[in-house]
């Protein structure tokens, strides 16, 4: 598996922020992103055999464990590394663009999924994932803009989101102000949650490792 780095460190978004937690992040992505903040994952990276990555995850003092890249999905050996993680007692996340099949890993994951607004420049228009989703999955929207806004809202209620996952809205850092979005969100009436990057408040917009 190409692996960019392992690291130890809290979860900054979604419903287990703030959590410590393990990442492995991932080399390679089939997307380019706008606002990708983890471009440097799009090459490079080291091969690591599952052993290798199991041994040192269980040095951590976690069994909270995100696999994010890059995208995950794109390993071959991702659902045997995810089973192998479940049987040694971890909780398991998965952060993924929902572009590729999920349904070979174990139920027990739980998939943070992104559906991509326009302004992210590779807009979704495939949504056939979203009918797989279960209440302990997460749905994220990241906004560039009123228009995303408002376009991820649309998404939402199209396909009922709310209630069969948890529904998840993040401002691109820099470009929609937090407070602009917690306003069109209580005026939108959409039962979702604000997600902030908060290891980027703690250790700044620009940081890895983190």
Do not use: N
């Amino acid at each position: 598996m190409r692996v960019t780095e392992v690291f130890f460190s809290i979860q900054g978004e979604g419903t287990r922020a703030g959590r410590p937690c393990a990442f492995v992040r991932f080399t390679g992505c089939d997307l380019r992103c706008s606002w990708c903040d983890s471009a440097y994952a799009f090459h490079g990276g080291t091969e690591r055999s599952r052993a290798e990555l199991l041994a040192e995850l269980g040095r951590l003092p976690t069994r909270l464990v995100c696999l994010t890249g890059g995208e995950p999905t794109l390993q071959r050996e991702l659902p045997e590394l995810c089973r192998d993680l479940l049987a040694a007692g971890w909780e398991v996340t998965l952060e993924t663009h929902g572009q590729r099949p999920t349904d070979a890993l174990p139920p027990e994951v739980v998939r943070i999924v992104d559906v991509k607004p326009p302004g992210s420049g590779e807009e979704t228009r495939d949504f056939a994932y979203l009918t797989a989703l279960r209440p302990h999955d997460e749905v994220k929207f990241v906004v560039a803009s009123r228009e995303d806004f408002d376009w991820s809202v649309a998404v939402a209620r199209r396909h009922g989101l709310p209630g069969r996952a948890t529904v998840l809205l993040s401002p691109v850092q820099g470009v929609v102000e937090p407070k602009a979005l917690v306003a069109w969100l209580l005026a939108s009436g959409l039962e979702a949650r604000l997600s902030l990057q908060i290891h980027k408040l703690v250790w700044g917009a620009d940081a890895t490792g983190v």
